[in-house]
C-alpha cells in the first residue's frame, strides 16, 4: 500500500483561489482523494502568475459551476478561499456550505483571522508584512522570505485541519469549518523565535539574533558550502577537516552559539573559516567534512538535487510520460500490519483519544507530534536521561515540545526500554527521528512495533531516507537550506547565497510529518491497517519549493526570485520606504498596475527605481489615501510585531497565540494552532515540560506500582 492510496474513496470539490489551496489540494489528490475542481467565473487568473499551476492541478477532474451542489452532496471535503486578485470576489459562503451540508468539511484559507486587525486582502507579501516576518531577517529593514512561508504555512496548516476534522467525523457523522490564512500560516515558522516568557533566564530567553552571518563559504573552484558547527565535538572536527591548528579546541568542543556573541561571529571565527575553506576545492573539502560525520552540503541550485541517487530513491520528484518533472508527495506509506479498526468517540477534540509516543529530538521529529496535541492527542515524550539536546535552546525546545508529557529514561537499560515497548504497545502512533538503524536496535522500527501492535500507525523521519545512498548522512536545517536550493533562491539577484533565519526546513518537516501520521491514523480508522510512514527532512525542502517544474528539455519553469535588492517578486509586489518608514505596496492585475503608474505619477515603465524614488516622496498616510482610493494595496510595514502579536486577545481567544504556565519560567505567551475548527475544541493548556515531568504518571499508566517505579528510578532506568 502506497501513500496514494491513504485516502481512497474520499472526494473533493476545489473551489480555490490562487497557489496555497491548490497546493492542499494537490496534496490530497496524492494521497489518493478524487478532486474535483471548479474555476471561478471567468477563469483563474493565477494561471499566468505561476508556471506550475496546470501541474498542481494536474490530478483534478473538472466540473462547472452548475454541478457544484451535485459535488457537494457527494463531497468529504470542500475548499474555498486562498489569495485575492482584483478580478476574482472572494468567497465568503463557508459557513453557507456547511450548512446545506452537514457532513461535509470545508476548509476556508481566509483573508485574515475574521475579528482581527490582521484581515485584508491576502497576498503572500501581505502576509509576511502583517506577520512581522519580512523584519526577521535582518535588524536595520524589511527583506522578503523567498519560501513563501504563508502560503505553505496555510497549505499544510489547513490539510492538518481537514484531516483533524475527518478524523473526529468518523465518531461523529458531523463535518464542520477548518479555518486559516495566509497571516496565519505566516506565524509557525518564526515559533522557535517569539514567546514572552513571565520569568525568562538568559538561556531561556536565547535565540540566534537577526542579521548573523551563517558559514557559507566561497571554495577555492568558485562554489559555495555551508557547514553546520553546533554538535557534540563538531568544531573540532571542523577545524581537523580544514586544516586549522588551534591547539586550545579540543575534541569534544561543539562550538555551539552562545548569548552575547557578535553578528559577524556568531556561528564562529568567520574570517578564520572563510580564508581556510578557500584553500579547498567544494568536492574534496566536502569528503573531508562528511568523513568525519559532519553536517556540510554545498550551495546548489533549486532543483539541482532532483539529479542525487537518494532524491531518486525517495520518490518525491515525479516524471509525467512528457518527461517533464515536479515535485510530488513528499512522503511515503505501507501496510504495516491488520489489527482492527478501534473505535472513536467524537464529539471532543479531534484526537482526544488518541496516544501518541514520540521518541523525536531537535526540532523536526518533535513538531510533528505538537500538530497532533494542538488536535487534541495525548502525546508523551519520550527523552533520554541526558535531555534532547535542543533544550539548550528553550524557545526552540518549547515550540517542538508543547503540549507534551514527558518521560526521561535510559533505552540502553533493559527496564528502560521494556517502558518504551509498553508505552509502544498501548499506543496509536509512534514517531521518531533516529539515523538509520537506531530504531531497528531498539526494536522499535515499523516491523518490531507491528510485533507488538498491528494496527500502529508509525512514522521515521531521518535526515535523507531510512535507506539509499545518503542515508546515514547527518543533516541540518542549514545544510538542507543550501542543498535542496533555498539558499541560492533566497539570495536574490546577482547576490551571494542567503541562510533563512526562520528554520524553514525544520518546521515544514514537522507539519509534513503531522500530516502524514494524521492520514495513517484516517486510513487506519477507516480499514484497520496499520501504516508505516517515511518522511524525511530533504524531501521537507523539497516541497517547500513545489512551484518549480523541469521542462522535457531539462530546464526549469519557476516563480520569480526576489531581486537584488530583496524588495519582492516584481515591482508591482515589494517593499518600499517612504519618508516615514517602510510600506508593502501590491497592484494585481492590470487595472491596478495602471493605477500606480498614474497614482506615483511615473511615465514609462514602473521599475523598482522609479517607484521607490516616488514612494520616498510622501510619508504612509499620504500613500495610503493616494493608492487604496485606486484599489491598490497597502500594508504599513512596522518592525515589533513579536509583542503586539504575542498579546493580542482577539489572537489568544483564537488560539493562533497560546498562553500556558511553564515551571520553571511562569506564564509564556508563544504561537499556537495555525487554524481553528468551526465545532471540535482543541488542545491543551501544557507547557512545554520539564526533563522528566511526567515519568511517575507515565510509569503509573503503564501498569507499575510505587515500588516498581522506585525501583526504576534507584536503578536510573527512568529518571
Not at 581537523?240 to 561571529?265: C, E, H, T, Y
Request: net charge negative; with cysteine.
Amino acid at each position: 500500500m502506497y501513500a496514494n492510496g491513504l485516502l481512497e474513496g474520499l472526494n473533493v470539490v476545489d473551489l480555490g483561489v490562487g497557489m496555497a489551496p491548490a497546493l492542499a489540494s494537490k496534496m490530497l489528490a496524492e494521497m489518493g482523494a478524487a478532486v474535483t475542481r471548479i474555476e471561478p467565473e471567468g477563469g483563474d487568473p493565477f494561471v499566468d502568475i505561476y508556471p506550475a499551476h496546470a501541474v498542481w492541478h494536474g490530478l483534478s477532474r473538472r466540473a462547472e459551476a452548475a454541478d457544484l451542489e451535485r459535488l457537494l452532496a457527494a463531497a468529504d471535503v470542500c475548499i474555498i478561499g486562498g489569495e485575492d486578485h482584483p478580478d476574482v470576489p472572494r468567497r465568503r459562503d463557508a459557513g453557507d456550505i456547511a450548512a446545506r451540508h452537514p457532513r461535509l468539511v470545508v476548509l476556508d484559507i481566509a483573508d485574515g483571522p475574521a475579528g482581527t486587525r490582521y484581515a485584508g486582502p491576502s497576498t503572500e507579501l501581505l502576509a509576511q508584512v502583517r506577520s512581522g516576518l519580512v523584519w526577521e531577517q535582518e535588524p536595520g529593514r524589511p527583506i522578503i522570505n523567498a519560501f513563501d512561508p504563508g502560503t505553505y504555512g496555510a497549505a499544510m496548516q489547513g490539510v492538518t485541519g481537514i484531516l483533524g476534522a475527518l478524523f473526529e467525523r468518523e465518531g461523529s457523522g458531523q463535518g464542520q469549518v477548518v479555518s486559516t490564512s495566509l497571516f496565519e500560516g505566516a506565524l509557525p515558522w518564526i515559533g522557535t523565535y517569539w514567546s514572552e516568557i513571565e520569568k525568562p533566564t538568559p538561556a531561556a530567553a536565547f535565540v540566534i539574533p537577526r542579521g548573523v552571518a551563517p558559514l557559507i563559504f566561497r571554495t577555492r573552484d568558485d562554489r559555495f558550502i555551508h557547514m553546520a558547527i553546533g554538535g557534540a565535538g563538531s568544531k573540532y572536527g571542523f577545524y581537523q577537516a580544514l586544516g586549522i591548528d588551534d591547539p586550545s579546541v579540543l575534541p569534544g568542543d561543539s562550538g555551539m552559539p552562545k548569548p552575547g556573541g557578535n553578528r559577524r561571529d556568531f556561528f564562529g571565527d568567520h574570517a578564520l573559516l572563510a580564508s581556510h575553506v578557500a584553500n579547498w576545492d567544494c568536492d574534496e573539502l566536502l569528503a573531508r567534512i562528511w568523513e568525519r560525520g559532519l553536517p556540510a552540503e554545498e550551495v546548489q541550485a533549486p532543483g539541482d538535487c532532483w539529479q542525487e541517487e537518494q532524491i531518486i530513491h525517495n520518490g518525491i520528484i515525479v516524471t509525467e510520460a512528457d518527461g517533464s518533472r515536479h515535485v510530488g508527495l513528499p512522503f511515503r506509506a505501507r501496510q504495516l500490519g491488520s489489527g482492527g479498526a478501534r473505535s472513536f468517540a467524537g464529539g471532543g477534540a479531534p484526537l482526544a483519544s488518541v496516544r501518541v509516543v514520540d521518541c523525536g529530538a531537535f526540532v523536526a521529529g518533535p513538531l510533528a507530534g505538537v500538530g497532533l496535541a494542538d488536535l487534541g492527542a495525548d502525546v508523551v515524550k519520550v527523552e533520554a536521561l541526558q535531555g534532547d539536546p535542543n533544550r539548550s535552546i528553550f524557545k526552540s525546545f518549547a515550540v517542538a515540545n508543547r503540549g507534551k508529557r514527558a518521560i526521561a529514561l535510559d533505552m540502553k537499560h533493559a527496564e528502560g526500554l521494556d517502558a518504551v515497548h509498553r508505552l509502544c504497545a498501548g499506543a496509536d502512533i509512534v514517531m521518531n527521528n533516529f539515523r538509520p538503524g537506531v530504531s531497528a536496535r531498539l526494536g522499535i522500527d515499523p516491523d518490531s512495533l507491528a510485533k507488538l501492535n498491528p494496527s500502529l500507525v508509525v512514522l521515521e523521519a531521518p535526515a535523507f531516507g531510512t535507506t539509499g545512498p545518503l542515508a546515514q548522512k547527518a543533516g541540518f536545517d542549514m545544510v538542507m537550506q543550501a542543498w535542496t536550493g533555498h539558499e541560492a533562491k533566497a539570495a536574490g539577484a546577482g547576490n551571494e547565497p542567503r541562510w533563512n533565519r526562520t528554520n524553514l526546513v525544520d518546521i515544514a518537516g514537522g507539519m509534513l510529518g503531522t500530516i502524514a501520521t494524521l492520514a495513517g491514523l484516517l486510513h487506519r480508522v477507516r480499514t484497520g491497517n496499520g501504516v508505516a510512514l517515511e518522511s524525511p527532512l530533504c524531501n521537507a525542502g523539497i516541497y517547500t519549493l513545489s512551484e518549480l517544474v523541469q521542462r522535457p528539455d531539462g530546464s526549469f519553469a519557476e516563480t520569480a526570485r526576489p531581486d537584488s535588492e530583496l524588495r519582492g517578486y516584481s515591482p508591482y509586489e515589494a517593499l518600499y520606504e517612504a519618508a516615514d518608514g517602510w510600506i508593502a505596496i501590491v497592484a494585481r492585475g492590470e487595472r491596478a498596475k495602471g493605477a500606480l503608474r498614474e497614482a506615483l505619477e511615473i511615465a514609462g515603465e514602473a521599475t523598482c527605481a522609479a517607484i521607490a524614488g516616488a514612494v520616498a516622496q510622501h510619508n504612509v498616510a499620504e500613500l495610503a489615501k493616494r493608492l487604496e482610493s485606486h484599489g491598490i494595496w497597502l500594508e504599513p510595514c512596522r518592525d515589533g510585531k513579536e509583542q503586539e502579536i504575542l498579546r493580542d486577545p482577539a489572537l489568544i481567544a483564537r488560539g493562533t497565540v497560546r498562553v500556558t504556565t511553564h515551571p520553571a519560567f511562569g506564564r509564556i505567551h508563544e504561537i499556537g494552532a495555525a487554524y481553528t475548527l468551526s465545532r471540535s475544541p482543541m488542545g491543551n493548556d501544557r507547557a512545554a515540560p520539564m526533563p522528566g515531568q511526567h515519568s511517575r504518571e507515565v510509569l503509573a499508566g503503564l501498569g507499575h506500582d510505587e515500588a516498581a517505579i522506585e525501583t526504576l528510578f534507584a536503578t536510573t532506568a527512568v529518571a
